[in-house]
C-alpha cells in the first residue's frame, strides 16, 4: 500500500470517526438533560441511536465496499469471553458489597428508574433482556468492529484500544450522571473504560465481535442483578 493510500485511508476513518462517535452523547444530552421526558427529546435520543447503528453499515457498504458479515469466530475466544465476563462480574459484585452500598444513592437511582418506566417487574427484566442479548451485540458491533477498525488505522492497534475505549465511555458518563451523582458515575465510567480496553483487546486479538460479546453480556448480567438489589428485587417483582 502506496503513501497516498494510505493517508487516504486516514482521512476517511477520521471523517467516519467525526460523524458517528458524537451521536450517542449527542442523543443522551438531548433525551436526558436537555429535552428529558419531551417528544424531541425522544427522536432526537432515537435519531441518534438509528445513526449509531446504521451508519457503519452504510459507510461498509458506500464507502469502503465492503460486504456484510456476521464476524465468525475462527481464531477461538469464546471461553476466554466468557471467563473474563465471569472474573469481571465478580470483581463489580465485590465492589459493590464492600463500597458500593454505601457509596451509592439508592433513592435517586430509583427515582431516577421510575421517571423512565423501569420500576416494575415486566419493564426491568424486559430492559435486561434488551441490553444483554441486544444492546451488546449492537455495541461490539459499533464500538469494537467499526469505530476500533477506524481508530486503527488512524493510530494503529494500541492506540486505538485507548482511542476507542474512550468514545465508548464518553456516552456512558453522560449517561451515568443522571442515575448517580458525579463520583460514583466517575468510577462507573471507570470500569466502562476497563471494559472497553479488555472488549477492544479481545477484537485486535481474534478480530471477531462475539468473544468481547460473551464478556460484555455476562458483565451486563452482573450488572443488572445489583440494580434488582438496589431497588428492592421484591418491590418491583410486585409492582
Not at 464507502?63 to 469481571?88: E, N, T
Not at 479488555?198 to 460484555?216: A, C, D, K, T
Request: proline share 4%; charged share 10%; glycine share 10%.
Amino acid at each position: 500500500m502506496n503513501g497516498n493510500n494510505k493517508f487516504s485511508i486516514k482521512v476517511k476513518s477520521i471523517m467516519a470517526l467525526t460523524l458517528l462517535v458524537p451521536a450517542p452523547s449527542l442523543g443522551v444530552l438531548a433525551g436526558m438533560y436537555l429535552l428529558p421526558g419531551s417528544p424531541l427529546g425522544k427522536a432526537i435520543f432515537t435519531v441518534c441511536k438509528i445513526w449509531l447503528l446504521v451508519f457503519p453499515l452504510l459507510w461498509l457498504k458506500i464507502v469502503d465496499k465492503g460486504h456484510f458479515s456476521l464476524s465468525p469466530v475462527r481464531q477461538g475466544g469464546l471461553w476466554g469471553g466468557a471467563i473474563s465476563g465471569v472474573v469481571l462480574s465478580l470483581l463489580i459484585v465485590l465492589l459493590y458489597l464492600i463500597w458500593g452500598r454505601n457509596l451509592l444513592d439508592s433513592e435517586l437511582f430509583i427515582s431516577k428508574m421510575q421517571e423512565i418506566g423501569m420500576d416494575s417487574f415486566p419493564m426491568y427484566f424486559g430492559g435486561a433482556l434488551y441490553w444483554i442479548f441486544v444492546n451488546s451485540v449492537l455495541e461490539e458491533s459499533v464500538w469494537r468492529w467499526f469505530v476500533y477498525e477506524k481508530c486503527e488505522a488512524v493510530t494503529g492497534p494500541w492506540g486505538a484500544i485507548i482511542l476507542g475505549s474512550i468514545f465508548f465511555t464518553m456516552h456512558h458518563f453522560i449517561a451515568l450522571q443522571t442515575f448517580f451523582h458525579l463520583h460514583i458515575a466517575l468510577i462507573c465510567s471507570a470500569g466502562v473504560f476497563i471494559g472497553g480496553v479488555l472488549w477492544s483487546f479481545m477484537y485486535r486479538r481474534y478480530r471477531s465481535v462475539w468473544p468481547g460479546y460473551i464478556s460484555h453480556a455476562v458483565v451486563d448480567l452482573a450488572i443488572f442483578g445489583i440494580g434488582a438489589v438496589i431497588m428492592r428485587l421484591g418491590t418491583i417483582i410486585n409492582g
